[in-house]
T-cell receptor, first 113, second 112 residues
Framework: KNQVEQSPQSLIILEGKNCTLQ??????????LRWYKQDTGRGPVSLTIMTFSENTKSNGRYTATLDADTKQSSLHITASQLSDSASYIC????????????FGGGTRLMVKP | DAEITQSPRHKITETGRQVTLACHQTWNHNNMFWYRQDLGHGLRLIHY???????NKGEVSDGYSVSRSNTEDLPLTLESAASSQTSVYFC???????????FGQGTRLTVV
C-alpha cells in the first residue's frame, strides 16, 4: 500500500529561524512529489511539484529537495515569518493509470514572535 | 479569475438525512476530486471524475455518491448521513493526470 509519512508532526520555532520538514514515501511507481501549505480553515495550496529528475526546487523562502533513491523529501523554510504558521503536507503521485495522490498527515508549524 | 468554490462552508445535519455538498470550478478542468480530512489522517479520496459522466470510487467511498453532468460541477451526496461522516470535505480539480491540483476552501460537516 502506498504510504507517505511526515515528521515531525508538529514544530514550534521563533520568527526568523530556519526549519526543515521531512517526508518519506513508499509510493511506487513514482510520478511526482508535491508540497502543499494549508492555513487553518483553508484548502491546501501548492508550494512545489518535483519530478523524478529534480533534486531541488525553490519557491521564495521555501526549498524542497528530493532523493528518489531513498524515497525522501524535505522542505526547508528560511527566515521564517509569522505567516508561515500552517500545516505542510507532502503528497506523492504514482505513475499508474489514474496518477492517484497519496497524502501525508502533515506537519503543523507554529512560528512565534 | 478562475476558481474553485465549495458550498456551504459549514453544515450541521442530523443522522439519517441526505446531504449534498456542492463544488464548482471555473477552470474548465477535466479532473475533479472529493477528499475528506480528519485528525490523524491525511486527506483521503472519496470519489473522483475524469470528465463529464465519468465517476470513480476512491479509498473511502462507502456512504457517498457523486455525479458529473457538466464540466464545472461535482456535487457530493451523503445518502444517509452518519456521525462517522463528520469531517472537513475538500473538493479539488486539475487539468490532467500528474498536474497541479487546486483545492476549494473546504466544507465542515457535522452530523449530530
Amino acid at each position: 500500500k502506498n504510504q507517505v509519512e511526515q515528521s515531525p508532526q508538529s514544530l514550534i520555532i521563533l520568527e526568523g529561524k530556519n526549519c526543515t520538514l521531512q517526508c518519506n514515501y513508499t509510493v511506487s511507481p513514482f510520478s511526482n512529489l508535491r508540497w502543499y501549505k494549508q492555513d487553518t480553515g483553508r484548502g491546501p495550496v501548492s508550494l512545489t511539484i518535483m519530478t523524478f529528475s529534480e533534486n531541488t526546487k525553490s519557491n521564495g523562502r521555501y526549498t524542497a529537495t528530493l532523493d528518489a533513491d531513498t524515497k525522501q523529501s524535505s522542505l526547508h523554510i528560511t527566515a521564517s515569518q509569522l505567516s508561515d504558521s500552517a500545516s505542510y503536507i507532502c503528497v506523492v503521485s504514482d505513475n499508474n493509470a489514474g496518477n492517484m495522490l497519496t497524502f501525508g498527515g502533515g506537519t503543523r508549524l507554529m512560528v512565534k514572535p | 479569475d478562475a476558481e474553485i468554490t465549495q458550498s456551504p462552508r459549514h453544515k450541521i445535519t442530523e443522522t439519517g438525512r441526505q446531504v449534498t455538498l456542492a463544488c464548482h470550478q471555473t477552470w474548465n478542468h477535466n479532473n475533479m476530486f472529493w477528499y475528506r480530512q480528519d485528525l490523524g489522517h491525511g486527506l483521503r479520496l472519496i470519489h473522483y471524475s475524469y470528465g463529464v459522466h465519468d465517476t470513480n470510487k476512491g479509498e473511502v467511498s462507502d456512504g457517498y455518491s457523486v455525479s458529473r453532468s457538466n464540466t464545472e460541477d461535482l456535487p457530493l451526496t451523503l445518502e444517509s448521513a452518519a456521525s462517522s461522516q463528520t469531517s472537513v470535505y475538500f473538493c479539488a480539480s486539475s487539468t490532467g493526470l500528474g498536474t497541479e491540483a487546486f483545492f476549494g476552501q473546504g466544507t465542515r460537516l457535522t452530523v449530530v
